[in-house]
């Protein structure tokens, strides 16, 4: 009798365990997702908190804004440091955007591998497919460019191969560890990614935060131009302007307006190509623009008013160039217009140069007040480079700009600052110009530190 | 719902069995004096080795060979008692009588099965229905507090989610899993709402401590285990019918417990940062940012609309006022709490059943806060098959309602961050409600409504008219159950439970209030013509939300009791349970609510609309509130749980169990975890060489084992989360990516050993017991730092461990003196952590360990651990604060927040206690007993407040001490408040705030309660059947305490809990 009584509840315990697999396969929670579906990378593409980002670090180190002593103290440790050219930047504080580009590389990866681990079985799907792989490598890119202008040393092409680049990582797997590539593979990277990309990428897309066409050309011209490439700079430059060149005319805005300009998402600035915004804007609300160069603004320019406001004794930046509170870092057609007229003008082209430049100023100026420049061939570039510096204020690439020109004898400047009674130097092409890896990364994975 | 069809089959597999009738009694064991059935009372044949002990009711039955048969009878701290039986034809009723040597609690329930204590191991705490009936209180869980060792209610730490008590048992065992005890409700985990349990339905209380006692329950139980059981029909010939009501009266809240400066100082304050122009950027602020009434005047006089006389006068006469005065007139009140509860009882052997009927009414201390509560319950019991088989049924329902309509003291700040300006008046002295500065400047309120908006007024009185907020509970709980003898030895039983708990939230706001007005003002718009636009549709604003949870579990257990030869007994229990939990939520938020017609309108949430207040602020969006959530969990257990006694002297336990759980994305092999569990209990007083008068009965208990903890906010796979897109601004659905891959993702364990003696002396004078345990949770969900280059700064994983241990005294003492009875029953317990190893270093010392202040884990420390600055005095030259900069002098504090390190904080122990207990005498005499209790907590830090001058020279108030801050050269010597800085430097607060001047110990002993009750003895039948008259009071009051600082160490932020007394009556017939 006790045996079949055993015998009975064995096959109790066998009915329990053999339907045990699907009972427990069942989501602990509805909003969890393991992301494999092509819908799925998508909405992780389109997470604009976490990819359309630019780094603010470089902000305070540049030369457009000072920060009076009584604001220093709202600075973070990271802003005081950058702004003071201190050799430390963290002081043991997190390296933000060191870590937030990384984060933007470990999104893109985790898109990468998702897409090569599907397989598209329709032909939209296939579309589909192609553009987020081109989406995610533009993403990876755009997040490696803007590491190598913060971490490494301004590119020269004779010393490429030994000066060390960024750790590239093809892998979302959190426990490998990439060490610093050459200043030129990094940089390489970048370029082969776009290369890429650009085939499959939508001419524009509706939406600012997506990748497209005109913004890899727009973002391969900034990369070709910190290289010193004017002639592929150019090239990509034109491409660029091809699909999207449309210009805001100013005198069409409320100059006078707290926030002047439309909000980017209603896709209302039509010089937006690609929305980002700064990893952080609190320096700019405490600081104010530097005055030798607000006076530099002619009284008709417009963007005198529509940049500035006065507050607490300064001349203070409005805000954002895409309508929101925080501070815009993206891709414009007016920036890729000077780029352009800049490698005119350097490839000997002056007419065109000064054809882009009039383009841009005729919008930028009081209608009926901008009369035609007429200048010398040696004086178009400066030009150029001045009004580029007033146009693209508080966007994070006046830095990248220093780096480069300093390169060039009659570009390279000495900055110079006083605060809190003691005066601070940046000569040109000084070690500072590359900002330090944060000790995090150098303790655990020990990739080589920046000299400062 | 695969796994029912295992309920079917097994119902028919078991095909009922003949078995001999001829040679077959039955009978229950019952405690002589009080009648409540013995549980695992020895039953065995004289001169026979057949032999089995009493179940879980109290009864037993046994194959006898022939009659008549003598039987003895046996039960620990009873006499034993033979008895003759000459035939099977009816049940027959041992009653034993107590012999003295009586242990605390003399059955216990782990919730799988009801057991003889001295036939376990494990260390547990019986709550019996006396002392758990010992405070009135309308819930279950806070009748348990200071009356079980080991257990403590947390006053400190950090804040849970509303689903956990604050309850720890035995110390920290998780850094980011539950910290509290699971709650098992009549056998079942219990998920609802505990607020919902009728304490009168309630018969008793386990507390689960160690690995041997909780183990059975496995990967939950990792915090310890509360076993409830609720109260079952028992034998009656006639119906009993019980009645117990009482009445409470909680006093209003101590509002003057927190010093803060009086009106005359705050207004001297505002003068003087008037006049310093503080205000001025405040006057010409585009949000149009309200100003105080003593501002207004100053700015009146200054712009000489009012005489320097008038200004004076009106100032005067704020200076007199203490806003407190109103707020506990009118806002608060005396809370009343009623509890009414009705049952009937009884039945035959083959049917027993009770039902009852409670109500609760509460009147909170705040107004316009009522709740209700309506419970009813059936239990019933049928025997069936010549009582092999037994059926249960029980049924639990509970309705509550919670009407929150109170203003709350955070709404009653005049602006963000601003608290109401202490010379506020909430009504003028007829009692009409006054309108106090709120929001906005008053010009520009009456400014905007002479342009046709609507009233933007704000009167707290007023405001308490216009809620409607309702919290519906209904929770009904079904439990069945099927428990079928196959032999004498061997039984089956099936266990299903369904539970489901609906919340709803409504809360209505009505459109007099503030909150619509304000919200409909401020997108109001006028168009070319003037004409205004209300894109807010001016009606009520409505909430909803509401949360469904159902459970269901299926447990199938087998049990074998049987008594061996040479005087053993073998108890052996085997089964599987399976449960499923689900909740799923959702919230709605209606716009032109219209109560009556129930119809609503809807707005435009997509459309950025340019603020009335401040035209600059072009982009807001209507506020939408829809929401959607879904979890389900879902648990698989295997357990095996044998007991072995030899002689009743040498009793030998062992339990294992798997369980598996849905934890997303983990293999299968690693969904489960095997835990397990030994021990051993020896009768040390029942060996022939023990001779000892002075302690006839001791024991000693030693266990071994695992338990676990779930933590299920984490997956082995990628995973990403979708979130709604209208906060970003994009109208892209997004996904963020919440989880990096971590396939050797696994549940947390802790380790236990648990070695204690348990003893009694002669006549039970005194008994008691010792715990000691030591304590290893390993696996711990912890935190360790990756390479940034990863994307991800911080991993989560199996990587922390904290050590603890403690030891629990339980001591209680009969003392008769006379017509006298003393009981004294004394608790001390004592519960250390230490985290033994956490992966992450806090990066910013400051921030981790002092702001916002515990909860970072630092190897060596305690997980709560209290750290400070250290401090250096004031300087007596201007009263700053002084600490420590690389060892030297400072009051650079910037430079102290960022390079103090870990290593030059002082560290003060832990934030909590590290002892307590409590220490209960109950005196009684003839018909009445008094009982006290007071209780302690020792050995815990506490960071007390204090001026801080941020919000002072913000015009924003401040604690008391600034009347005792230092002002002239010499104060440093009286004083540790630093001066009044001349401008705003919050680093110098900081560093006041977190500095060890202001850490004081917390150890305390507090007159927590007194019961007084009159049970008169006599022969009127409801006298005879039971009356209780009792008087409670609790919240007495601190007896002693070591810091000299006037705070109650458990409340110092907070209110200390009010005084309350209760008037209760119990009576049976």
Redesign the interface.
Request: aromatic share 10%; proline share 7%; glycine share 6%.
């Given at each position: 009798m006790k045996k079949s009584i055993f015998g009975k509840i064995c096959v109790l315990c066998f009915i329990f365990i053999s339907c045990q697999s699907s009972f427990l396969d069942v989501k602990p929670n509805k909003s969890w997702v393991v992301p494999t579906s092509l819908q799925d990378l998508q909405a992780i593409l389109d997470s604009r908190m976490e990819l359309n980002i630019a780094p603010g670090i470089n902000i305070p180190a540049a030369d457009d804004f000072y920060t009076p002593d009584i604001y220093i103290q709202y600075l973070t440790i990271p802003q005081k440091n950058s702004y003071l050219w201190k050799p430390d930047i963290y002081e043991g504080s997190l390296g933000q955007d060191w870590n937030l580009m990384y984060k933007i590389v470990f999104y893109s990866n985790v898109v990468l591998e998702g897409v090569s681990a599907s397989k598209p079985a329709t032909d939209e799907e296939k579309l589909q497919w192609l553009r987020l792989n081109s989406g995610a490598l533009f993403f990876r890119s755009f997040a490696y460019y803007y590491l190598s202008e913060l971490f490494c040393k301004p590119y020269a092409d004779q010393t490429a191969d030994t000066d060390p680049g960024i750790p590239l990582r093809f892998t979302a797997d959190i426990n490998s560890i990439s060490q610093r590539a050459s200043l030129r593979q990094s940089y390489q990277q970048i370029l082969d990614d776009l290369t890429l990309a650009i085939p499959y990428l939508p001419d524009t897309s509706p939406f600012l935060s997506r990748p497209s066409k005109a913004a890899s050309w727009a973002l391969l011209s900034r990369v070709y131009l910190s290289m010193g490439n004017y002639v592929k700079a150019e090239e990509a430059a034109t491409a660029c302007l091809k699909l999207n060149g449309v210009l805001l005319d100013f005198n069409t805005v409320d100059i006078t307006a707290p926030n002047p300009f439309p909000v980017s998402e209603s896709g209302a600035n039509p010089e937006i190509i690609f929305d980002q915004i700064l990893s952080s804007s609190a320096f700019v609300t405490v600081s104010g623009v530097d005055s030798l160069f607000y006076r530099t603004y002619h009284e008709n320019d417009l963007r005198k008013t529509a940049f500035y406001f006065d507050a607490y004794g300064m001349k203070m930046f409005k805000g954002s160039y895409s309508g929101t509170t925080q501070l815009f870092g993206g891709l414009t057609t007016s920036e890729v217009y000077f780029t352009r007229a800049e490698c005119y003008a350097r490839n000997g082209k002056t007419e065109l140069a000064l054809a882009d430049l009039d383009y841009i100023l005729k919008r930028r100026w009081r209608n009926e007040t901008y009369l035609p420049l007429t200048l010398h061939k040696e004086e178009v570039l400066e030009k150029i480079l001045l009004e580029r510096r007033k146009e693209l204020v508080a966007r994070g690439i006046r830095w990248f700009d220093l780096r480069r020109l300093n390169k060039e004898r009659q570009f390279s400047k000495h900055l110079e600052r006083f605060s809190e009674g003691i005066t601070y130097k940046l000569p040109a092409n000084d070690n500072r110009y590359t900002f330090p890896i944060p000790d995090n990364e150098i303790s655990s994975s020990s990739i080589i530190q920046n000299p400062r | 719902m695969?796994?029912f069809?295992?309920f079917i089959?097994?119902s028919l597999?078991?095909s009922p069995?003949v078995f001999g009738q001829g040679s077959h009694i039955k009978g229950s064991v019952v405690n002589d004096e009080t009648g409540e059935p013995l549980v695992g009372a020895s039953v065995r044949v004289l001169s026979q080795t057949i032999g089995t002990s009493s179940d879980s009711e109290g009864e037993f039955s046994l194959q006898v060979p022939s009659f008549p048969v003598r039987i003895l009878i046996s039960f620990i701290g009873f006499k034993s008692k033979e008895a003759e039986i000459v035939s099977n034809q009816e049940t027959i009723i041992i009653r034993l009588i107590e012999d003295g040597v009586l242990l605390e609690g003399v059955t216990i329930s782990s919730g799988y099965q009801t057991i003889s204590r001295e036939l376990s191991t494990g260390s547990f705490v019986q709550i019996d229905n006396k002392l758990f009936n010992r405070r009135a209180s309308p819930d279950v869980i806070s009748r348990l507090e200071d009356i079980a060792p080991g257990l403590v209610f947390n006053r400190a730490g950090a804040s849970k989610p509303a689903s956990q008590t604050s309850i720890s048992l035995r110390g920290q065992s998780s850094i980011f899993g539950r910290e509290d005890p699971l709650i098992v409700l009549d056998n079942f985990p219990y998920n609802g709402d505990l607020s919902s349990i009728n304490p009168n339905d309630i018969e008793s209380i386990t507390v689960l401590k160690d690995a041997s006692a909780a183990s059975i329950w496995g990967a939950q139980a990792g915090n310890g285990v509360i076993v409830i059981t609720s109260k079952k029909g028992k034998k009656s010939d006639v119906p009993k019918v019980t009645f117990s009501t009482y009445q409470s009266i909680t006093g209003k809240p101590d509002l003057f417990y927190t010093p803060v400066i009086s009106a005359s100082e705050y207004i001297d304050l505002e003068r003087m940062l008037f006049e310093r122009g503080f205000y001025n950027a405040l006057q010409v602020d585009r949000n149009h940012p309200p100003l105080t009434p003593v501002v207004e005047i100053l700015l009146a006089q200054r712009n000489g609309l009012i005489s320097n006389e008038d200004a004076e006068g009106e100032i005067d006469f704020l200076r007199r006022k203490d806003l407190r005065n109103d707020l506990k007139k009118y806002m608060f009140r005396a809370g009343q709490h009623q509890q009414y509860a009705v049952n009937i009882q009884g039945g035959t052997d083959q049917t027993l059943y009770r039902l009852s009927y409670g109500f609760d009414r509460n009147k909170e201390v705040a107004v316009g806060d009522q709740s209700e509560r309506h419970t009813i319950s059936y239990t019933g019991r049928h025997q069936l098959l010549n009582n092999r088989l037994t059926l249960r049924n029980d049924l639990y329902l509970s309705i509550s309602s919670n009407q929150e309509n109170s203003v709350t003291v955070q709404e009653l700040y005049y602006a963000t961050g601003k608290p109401l300006y202490p010379y506020a008046s909430l009504a003028d002295e007829n009692g009409v409600p006054s309108a106090i500065n709120y929001g906005y400047r008053q010009d520009f309120v009456q400014q905007a409504m002479s342009k046709g908006l609507l009233a933007w007024t704000f009167s707290p009185l007023i405001e308490q008219q216009n809620k409607d907020n309702l919290r519906r509970n209904i929770n009904y709980r079904i439990n069945t159950a099927a428990e079928y003898k196959?032999?004498d030895h061997?039984k089956i039983e099936v266990l299903y439970q369904y539970d489901q708990s609906l919340n709803n939230l409504n809360n209505r706001r009505l459109k007099e209030s503030w909150y619509v007005r304000d919200l409909v003002n401020r997108f109001t718009f006028s168009g070319v013509s003037g004409s205004l636009t209300r894109p807010v549709p001016y009606g009520d604003i409505l909430q909803t939300a509401s949360t469904l949870t159902q459970s269901q579990s299926l447990r199938?257990q087998?049990t074998y009791n049987r008594d061996l030869k040479s005087e053993s007994n073998l108890n052996i229990l085997?089964g599987?349970e399976?449960r499923d939990s689900k909740t799923a939520s959702q919230s709605t938020l209606y716009y032109g609510y219209n109560d009556e017609l129930a119809t609503s309108q809807l707005v435009d949430h997509f459309t950025?609309y340019t603020s009335f207040v401040n035209p600059?602020s072009?982009?807001n969006l209507i506020p939408s509130g829809n929401s959607l959530?879904?979890?389900?969990?879902?648990f698989?257990s295997?357990y095996l749980n044998g007991v072995y006694s030899y002689k009743r002297k040498y009793i030998l336990t062992a339990s294992a169990r798997l369980d598996?759980?849905?934890?997303?994305?983990v293999r299968?092999n690693q969904?489960g975890v095997p835990l397990y569990s030994v021990g051993t209990n020896w009768k040390i007083s029942d060996e022939r060489f023990y001779k000892s008068v002075i302690l006839p009965y001791i024991s000693l208990r030693t266990t071994f084992g695992y338990s676990g903890n779930v933590y299920?906010a984490l997956?082995a796979?990628?995973?990403?989360?979708?979130?709604s897109s209208s906060l970003?601004?994009?109208?892209?659905?997004?996904?963020?990516?919440?989880n990096?891959?971590n396939p050797y993702l696994r549940w947390e364990r802790v380790r236990m050993i648990n070695t204690a003696i348990d003893f009694g002396t002669q006549d039970s004078r005194l008994r008691g017991s010792i715990d000691f345990y030591l304590k290893k949770s390993m696996d711990l969900i912890g935190n360790a730092?990756?390479?940034?280059?990863?994307?991800?700064?911080t991993?989560s994983g199996n990587t922390a461990e904290i050590v603890g241990r403690g030891m629990e005294v339980s001591l209680t003492a009969n003392n008769r003196f006379g017509k006298f009875n003393l009981e004294t029953s004394f608790i001390y317990s004592r519960a250390s952590d230490k985290v033994s190893k956490y992966l992450a270093q806090a990066?910013?010392v400051a921030g981790a360990y002092l702001i916002g202040g515990t909860g970072f884990p630092t190897e060596g420390k305690p997980f709560y651990a209290v750290y400070s600055y250290q401090w250096a005095g004031l300087d007596k030259d201007s009263g700053d604060p002084m600490g420590y900069l690389e060892g030297n002098l400072s009051k650079n504090y910037?430079g102290i927040k960022?390079?103090t390190t870990l290593e030059q904080l002082k560290y003060h122990g832990t934030l909590r206690p590290l002892s307590f207990g409590s220490f209960r005498n109950t005196l009684s005499f003839m018909d009445f007993s008094l009982s006290a209790n007071v209780t302690y907590r020792l050995g815990y830090a506490v960071r007390t407040n204090s001026v801080l001058y941020s919000t002072i020279l913000t015009g924003n108030g401040g604690h008391a001490d600034f009347a005792k801050r230092w002002q002239n050269s010499g104060d440093e010597n009286i004083t540790h408040i630093p001066s009044m800085p001349s401008t705003l430097n919050p680093?110098r607060d900081e560093f006041y705030q977190y500095a060890e001047v202001l850490v004081e110990r917390g150890d305390h002993i507090r007159l927590q309660d007194i019961n007084f009750s009159y049970k008169p003895t006599g022969n009127r039948s409801f006298i005879k059947n039971g009356l209780t008259i009792f008087l409670y009071a609790n919240n007495l009051g601190i007896l002693w305490k070591k810091t000299d600082k006037d705070i109650d160490p458990d409340f110092v932020s907070g209110i200390p809990a009010a005084k309350s007394i209760a008037l209760g009556l119990n009576i049976t017939y």
């Open positions: - | 695969k796994y069809y295992g089959i097994l597999l078991i069995k196959l032999t061997l199938t087998v085997a599987t399976a950025r600059a072009k982009n959530s879904g979890r389900q969990d879902r698989l295997y598996q759980s849905n934890l997303f994305g299968i969904k299920k997956s796979y990628t995973t990403a989360s979708y979130a970003t601004g994009s109208s892209l659905p997004y996904a963020s990516i919440t990096p891959p730092p990756l390479a940034p280059q990863t994307g991800v700064l991993f990066s910013n910037s960022s390079s680093v």
